[in-house]
């Protein structure tokens, strides 16, 4: 049995939570793909993930930076990016390739028009034929009535509000 999870929310943790959910996983044997919608900067994770046999990833190839900074020809080759990679990993789960999806801030792709919506919907609303994992920020109310597991990650304090810039392997 295959389930749906989503973890959401302005608190630090969403993808570290979901890329637990990929080492353990991992670690049983299960293949696991991951989406990552949103990103194109190095991060550690990418260098970890790749050492294991049965994780692969997808994402942009290369940082399109914040949405309200792109141009409409980054917006339109970035949904199109979006779109090819989640086409990709639709078919692995369709052909029984992969036991785990995670959706790395699809609930962001989707909420900023930059994938394409229905196929989106299409996938979390059927059937789930791999484990579905997703985050996000302000998920609409669809994706928790799909989801079979629902965190809400919620920020209480974070050094940012101090000055404090991001870190590599803190918050990168």
Known sequence: ???KHLYFGTGKGKTTAALGLA???SGSGMRVH???FLKGTDTGELHSLERLENVTISRCDRNYGF???MTDKDKADITNCHNSNLKAAVEMVDSGKVDMLILDEI???YNLNLVDRDAVISLISGEPQAEIVMTGHNPEQ????CA????EIKAIKHPFEKGISSRKGIEY
């Open 1 to 3: 049995m295959f389930l």
């Open 23 to 25: 080492l353990r996983a």
């Open 34 to 36: 991951i989406v990552q």
């Open 67 to 69: 949405s309200f900074k």
């Open 107 to 109: 609930v962001d792709a």
């Open 142 to 145: 669809i994706f928790i009535d």
């Open 148 to 151: 079979d597991y629902v965190s």
